[in-house]
């Protein structure tokens, strides 16, 4: 079932497994204050010298998502540390970020028919519900701030993968209302789901999208957003070739990529977490 890794590159194109870190960085075994059948979605925020790392735990007993939180100072070694957030329906997708000196985090919130917002009282843990965004079943609501507003992506068909929406809003708490040009991808599973942070990179904006067309999750494309506007969207496809999937990120050894948190982490580096459907010995899943 899924993992957790961490890979570098070069850029937010292209990465590889580091000789430094052995994959994968964290698994279910390492869940110590609940049974979970496995691991996923991971998200980090670098604080004071450490990676907090948030992702999805899936409780064994009730088979529903909750938020895990592991700690590291150099990407190597991962300390997990407890359960941070849990709802009475399945979260996942911790999509955490820092605005105006707090911390919010946007999980995918299926169960409740709306898109919520969390503020963290104490970081890395008390977060509380702020208030709700977007009401409706959005699969894994990407947020990101471009040219003083607010953007998210989300995926409205989330149990067919098959649609991509494009929401704004002047303020974080909104009032949030969907793009003129939505959906921003139509009837097509390849590229509809989101995959992780919307990040900018040499002047541009790259949006990661998993390819669900198969089987879900199996390898992640990218995306730059080449023009948008309160009343224009326009993207093109950055490569022919995902930027993750099995078996061309390094020894990893991955049946399928489902998800990218990248970050800049030098003047020529990037890092990111990912997640990873692991090889068994006869190839299988």
Same mark, same amino acid.
């Given at each position: 079932?899924?993992?957790?890794?961490?890979?570098?590159?070069?850029?937010?194109?292209?990465?590889?497994?580091?000789?430094?870190?052995?994959?994968?960085?964290?698994?279910?075994?390492?869940?110590?204050?609940?049974?979970?059948?496995?691991?996923?979605?991971?998200?980090? %925020?670098?604080?004071?010298?450490?990676?907090?790392?948030?992702? *999805?735990?899936?409780?064994?007993?009730?088979?529903?998502? *909750?938020?895990?939180?592991?700690?590291?100072?150099?990407?190597?070694?991962?300390?997990?540390?407890? %359960? %941070?957030?849990?709802?009475?329906?399945?979260?996942?997708?911790?999509?955490?970020?820092?605005?105006?000196?707090?911390?919010?985090?946007?999980?995918?919130?299926?169960?409740?028919?709306? %898109?919520?917002?969390?503020?963290?009282?104490?970081?890395?843990?008390?977060?509380?519900?702020?208030?709700?965004?977007?009401?409706?079943?959005?699969?894994?609501?990407?947020?990101?701030?471009?040219?003083?507003?607010?953007?998210?992506?989300?995926?409205?068909?989330?149990?067919?993968?098959?649609?991509?929406?494009?929401?704004?809003?002047?303020?974080?708490?909104?009032?949030?209302? *969907?793009?003129?040009?939505?959906?921003?991808?139509?009837?097509?599973?390849?590229?509809?789901?989101?995959?992780?942070?919307?990040?900018?990179?040499?002047?541009?904006?790259?949006?990661?999208?998993?390819?669900?067309?198969?089987?879900?999750?199996?390898?992640?494309?990218?995306?730059?957003?080449?023009?948008?506007?309160?009343?224009?969207?326009?993207?093109?496809?950055?490569?022919?070739?995902?930027?993750?999937?099995?078996?061309?990120?390094?020894?990893?050894?991955?049946?399928?990529?489902?998800?990218?948190?990248?970050?800049?982490?030098?003047?020529?580096?990037?890092?990111?977490?990912?997640?990873?459907?692991?090889?068994?010995?006869?190839?299988?899943?």
């Amino acid at each position: 079932m899924w993992e957790i890794g961490i890979l570098a590159g070069g850029s937010p194109l292209h990465w590889t497994s580091d000789a430094r870190w052995i994959n994968p960085a964290l698994t279910a075994r390492e869940v110590t204050d609940i049974k979970a059948d496995f691991v996923a979605d991971p998200f980090m %925020i670098l604080k004071n010298g450490a990676w907090y790392l948030f992702f *999805e735990a899936l409780r064994k007993e009730t088979q529903t998502g *909750e938020i895990g939180l592991a700690v590291s100072t150099d990407l190597l070694d991962w300390q997990y540390q407890q %359960i %941070i957030l849990r709802e009475s329906f399945h979260l996942s997708y911790p999509y955490v970020f820092e605005w105006d000196g707090s911390n919010y985090m946007i999980p995918e919130t299926l169960g409740a028919d709306e %898109i919520r917002l969390y503020k963290s009282h104490d970081f890395p843990r008390d977060w509380r519900l702020l208030c709700s965004l977007i009401p409706g079943q959005h699969a894994d609501p990407s947020i990101f701030r471009y040219q003083d507003r607010w953007w998210m992506f989300s995926c409205d068909t989330p149990y067919t993968h098959r649609s991509l929406r494009l929401y704004g809003a002047a303020r974080l708490e909104g009032r949030w209302e *969907e793009h003129p040009s939505g959906p921003i991808v139509a009837n097509d599973a390849r590229f509809s789901r989101p995959a992780g942070r919307v990040v900018a990179y040499d002047g541009r904006l790259i949006r990661f999208a998993q390819d669900c067309s198969r089987k879900y999750g199996s390898q992640v494309w990218a995306f730059e957003i080449t023009y948008l506007d309160q009343h224009t969207y326009r993207e093109r496809r950055v490569s022919n070739k995902p930027v993750i999937g099995a078996g061309i990120n390094g020894r990893w050894r991955t049946n399928r990529m489902h998800h990218i948190d990248a970050h800049a982490s030098s003047a020529s580096g990037w890092i990111a977490c990912v997640d990873g459907w692991p090889v068994t010995e006869d190839g299988a899943d």
